[in-house]
């Protein structure tokens, strides 16, 4: 989504946005900035974001190594594993009916039969079959859920997903997949499942997308994503504010998550037996008909959009940061050090905006309600009045709020200034009941045929507001909502 300018509707969210009730635990993170409008004034509230995650496949560079890889540049015949006669399966680079060039393993699937990629047989042998398939980006992403590959060929029964964060220049495994672990790697197997929050970082082998295979059915093999976020977020991920606060929190945790370059190493093909047929090498070849990526572009919190133009992905960046990850601050926004968007305090996170530097304020206009004059000082700063800060003096310091400038909270413990049944929070926010919304409970949602609010709620008001500050009480006395 792109924001340029303001919508009746983020407004109000804006102004929802005062009070934590109206949302889940956890945030979206799906806005960069809102506009607030009090009277003539207007402001920006500012929160960290990020682009929704997508499926990742069809913003990539895939290349092989050998480049000679893929089958057909000379006709060749194939067999199925489980038939050997059956070698009916023609691969011919040159005609389009019967080509698997690379790339089929990015096109959309859901066709009968699945369009796939196939490698040269294995008429090397006894050198192995290694091909190295690389995915490149050109810009730093984050994977959201399981990378899924698709084998066509029986699945490899050793092979290796490696991950780069520079673009390839460095190689880091992210797994070892095997029939035999132990024989193969020098590992003993383990599985995703096997793993803690302690040795979330671990890199195992696993035997269990290679072993046992009915080549038919068993063709996927996985990188398990959501079993790795589902230490810190639970079951089915229903404790988000605990996974973005580690996440948040551990470096280590979000760059394991994070990526340039994927590479497949196919180092041994499915066989299907115990031994290698030596006469019949045709059967032995690897086939990928699908990879299932999908994560999000990395813009460090300050985008919530990412674009792909030119055969390249870049983030729209917000928050006065630019750079194809938004990790710097813009020209003559460098008022302080560049610092990533941060996803705590939940839901809104903080933005960490990019301030301009001095020499770049000209005159440009100190805010009527947080500033003490209407134009900038000799430092080129505005004089901000008690809680307001920025430059402009248009954002309030932690523990204000604003309205008409920024005020030590817009209510106090005995209800002199919250409105139509409101209760006052934390000495500085007005809960409100519904259908009011506002700063004070001012505003109402009301649609026009039923004339008015108060009859839109089925309670009664003064009931209600006495159900609504006893709430308040209990919650003072015991430090949280009765149950
Ligand atoms: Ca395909």
Known sequence: MRLSGLLPLQALWAALSLTAQHFPSWGHYDLCKAQLHWDQAMSWDYMACQPEAALLTRSLKVSLDPSDSTCGETPEMYCTLENPYMCNNECDAHMPELAHPPELMLDDEGRIPNTFWQSVS????????????????????ELTEDIVITFESGRPEQMVLEKSLDHGRTWQPYQFYAADCLTSFGMEPRSARD??????????CTEEYSRGYVWKVDKMVRFEIQERFALFGGPGLQDMAS????????????????LTDLRVRLLRPATGATSVDQHNHSKYFYAISNLDIRGRCKCNLHANNCIWEKGKLSCECEHNTTGPDCGRCKKGFQGRAWRAGSYLPIPKGTANVCDPTWSSLRNCECHPDGS??????????????????GPKCDRCLPGYNWH???RAGVC???????????V?????????????????????????????????????????????SLTALLTAANGRPPL
């Open 122 to 141: 294995w008429r090397s042998f006894p050198e192995p079959l290694l091909i190295n398939i690389t995915l490149s980006w050109g810009k730093t992403i």
């Open 195 to 204: 793993l803690s929050p302690a040795s979330v970082l671990d890199i195992i």
């Open 243 to 258: 996974l973005y606060g580690q996440l948040d929190t551990t470096k280590d945790l979000r760059d394991f998550f994070t």
């Open 372 to 389: 003490l004059h209407h134009r900038c000082n000799d430092t080129g700063y505005c004089d901000c009045k008690e809680g307001a800060t």
């Open 404 to 406: 008409r400038g920024c």
């Open 412 to 422: 106090d413990n005995f209800l002199t200034r919250c409105e139509n049944g409101g």
């Open 424 to 468: 006052c929070e934390d000495n500085g926010r007005c809960v409100c009941p519904a259908p009011y919304t506002g700063l004070l409970c001012e505003k109402g949602q009301c649609g026009e045929e039923v004339g008015g609010c108060v009859s839109q709620s089925p309670r009664d008001p003064t009931l209600h507001r006495v159900l609504l």
